[in-house]
């Protein structure tokens, strides 16, 4: 089945360690985002490519950052992990033309 | 930041009963979608309301959307223990907006 595909389901760094999440999906869809999700609270848009095209928010903070290298895969780099990044991480796909997302099941960071 | 609200915050209900959820928004739109998550999962899409639409079904799902209110609702029928989740209303045209979401309990 086509999907999107998150890992590591679970992730645990350390204050200040760089943290890699990656994002795969097989529904060859030109649009991916990144969100970033606190607990109990609505998933947030960090940034996200139309194609290799990087759109970043206007209020992600610089210790983030992203790469997509082709279609298929996308990562999500935390550079300098503070308590505060805490959260569920979620890849999304979209065609350009479509308004649905399809979500991954999410990446939970942990920061000790 | 958020689009706009939600309520109620939490909802709490038997199997069977209905269940409905209504979000509020605050720019123009021109669409309005619902999505579905689970406890520590991904988001999937439930249905989408063209802004000139008032009303849309699949299955147990009704939603409704009043743009004079800038408001929708969504109503889950015969509930059931399955629904348990979180439902956000989203906007926006790929760049998704969510609301603050209502965490729904169906016990059986």
């Known amino acids: 089945d086509a999907m999107v595909i998150q890992n590591p389901r679970y992730q645990v760094t350390q204050f200040g360690k760089p943290v890699t999440l990656s994002c795969s999906q097989t529904?060859?869809?030109?649009?991916m985002y990144w969100y970033q999700q606190k607990s109990s609270q609505a998933p947030k848009l960090l940034f996200h490519?139309?194609?290799?095209?990087?759109?970043n928010e206007a209020d992600t903070p610089d210790n983030f950052q992203s790469r997509r290298p082709n279609t298929s895969f996308c990562f999500l780099d935390i550079r300098s992990p503070g308590l505060g990044d805490a959260a569920m991480y979620l890849c999304?796909?979209?065609?350009?033309?479509?308004?649905?997302?399809?979500f991954g099941p999410g990446t939970r960071l942990t920061v000790t | 930041s958020q689009q706009g609200e939600e309520d109620p915050q939490a909802l709490s209900i038997q199997e069977g009963e209905n269940a409905t959820m209504n979000c509020s928004y605050k720019t123009s739109i021109n669409n309005l979608q619902w999505y579905r998550q689970n406890s520590g999962r991904g988001l999937v899409h439930l249905i989408l309301i063209r802004s000139n639409e008032r009303e849309k079904h699949s299955g147990r799902l009704r939603v409704t959307l009043d743009t004079s209110k800038k408001s929708s609702s969504l109503l889950i029928t015969a509930s059931r223990a399955a629904d348990t989740a979180s439902y956000f209303c989203a906007t926006g045209y790929n760049k998704l907006i969510f609301g603050a979401g209502t965490r729904l309990a169906v016990h059986p």
């Open positions: 529904l060859n869809h030109n649009v």
């Open positions: 490519y139309y194609d290799k095209d990087f759109n």
């Open positions: 999304a796909t979209s065609t350009r033309l479509s308004y649905e997302q399809y």
